[in-house]
């Protein structure tokens, strides 16, 4: 059974044409563009291709000059079946054949046989010759106008892309403003510094504080991503006890109440002392471990290890029992806002820019930060074959005050 490719827009005809040549014993194969139309010749290697001249994407020229670039394609013939197009124009670019619409159903089967037994149309040179450069003209005039369609649309999307940033540094802003009085009024009301508390009470404003750390965290999460894409984000350089600060971001909820095991090797405090950020230091590690027990099912474990290393950087490795990540997905794992799920039924909340905060603050620092998945390390005899993430900086970082930009 012979395979056609017919690559039309219009549905009605794509219709009547698979109508003619599947009662033929023709098996059908449609395109309603030219960029489809040459995907699937390629994917599909018709032993036909049937197309329409007047196609969106490129039209049924420039998917005949496409497709005889093709060595798999040498030899498939290709039949212009068309209303506008013209016929010496068609066979100089390579159709083999030209059928005028509207087509006559009682021979157009026969037709295509002939053109698969080996009949092919042709025209003079002369007539080739001048098609073809007056083909080559249009083309060079149709990339032209392309070209500046795309440098607008690349123009506004930067544009966009500018007012995108503006718009969650400014809406970070306006809603840290507010909770700096909430959580001084929460703590001042939690300490009894305004009047005796009943035990619901209490409680009720512990549960309130605990949601408004979370909120006030999502917030300078924001601050911090924006402040990274507008390039805004400076470090401020004290000395630090890297462990000090590994360990005290060590304390999540889900190692304090059990659902997940901790083991960690690091070394005494003092003995990795440095100069850097603390603030920013102390958010990203907190966000990688964050990171790594949202990601670990409960009764796994996440390992952590920390050291110095020979060049006189300092690496945090970070690593969890969890599924790991695809391998099509490490290559944006640390774009600000994406999340390897990111549908509305995902199973893991978050905004996506945990990640990306933890590569501004290695790079702002003078290092990096990588991930291997699967992981296969091992962390003070467990082993490790989910996600790894190795958070390497300098022990005295140069004078880098903000990481280098993001490429748009």
Known sequence: MAKILHIEDDPANRLLVRKLLTSAGFEVVEAADGLEGVRKAIQERPDLVLVDIAIPGLDGYEVTLRLRS???????????????????????????????????ARSFADKLRGYLDGWRETTSPDATGQRLRQQSQRIVTHLEAKVAE???????????????????????????????????????????????????????????SDCVHRLRRLIDSLLDVTALETGRMRFAQREYDFAELVQKASKQPAFDDGRIHLVADLPKRGALL???????????????????????????????????????????????????????????????????????????????????????????????????????????????????????????????????????
């Open 70 to 104: 093709e060595p798999q394609l040498r030899g498939m013939p290709i039949v212009a079946i068309t209303a506008e197009g013209d016929r010496d124009t068609s066979l100089a670019v390579g159709c083999d054949g030209f059928l005028q619409k509207p087509i006559d």
């Open 150 to 208: 795309l440098s607008g649309m690349n123009q506004r999307l930067l544009e966009l892309d500018s007012a995108k940033k503006e718009f969650y540094r400014n809406i970070s802003h306006e809603l840290a403003t507010p909770m700096t009085p909430i959580v001084g009024y929460l703590k001042l009301l939690i300490d009894g510094e305004l009047g005796d508390l009943t035990t619901p009470q209490l409680k009720s404003l512990r549960a309130m």
């Open 274 to 408: 440095g100069s850097g950020d603390v603030e920013r230091l102390s958010r990203a590690f907190d966000q990688m471990f964050d990171n790594a027990t949202k990601f670990t099912p409960e009764g796994g474990t996440v390992g952590v290890r920390l050291r110095k290393l020979t060049s006189g950087h300092f690496e945090l490795c970070i690593a969890d029992t969890g599924p790991g990540i695809p391998a099509e997905k490490v290559g944006k794992l640390f774009e600000p806002f994406y999340q390897v799920d990111g549908s509305p039924t995902r199973l893991f909340g978050g905004t996506g820019v945990g990640l990306a905060i933890v590569r501004g603050v290695a790079r702002g620092h003078g290092g990096d930060v990588r991930v291997a998945s699967p992981a296969n390390e091992e962390i003070m005899g467990v082993r490790f074959n989910g996600a790894a993430f190795y958070f390497v900086i300098p022990e005295r970082p140069g004078p880098v005050s903000e990481p280098p930009s993001r490429p748009l």
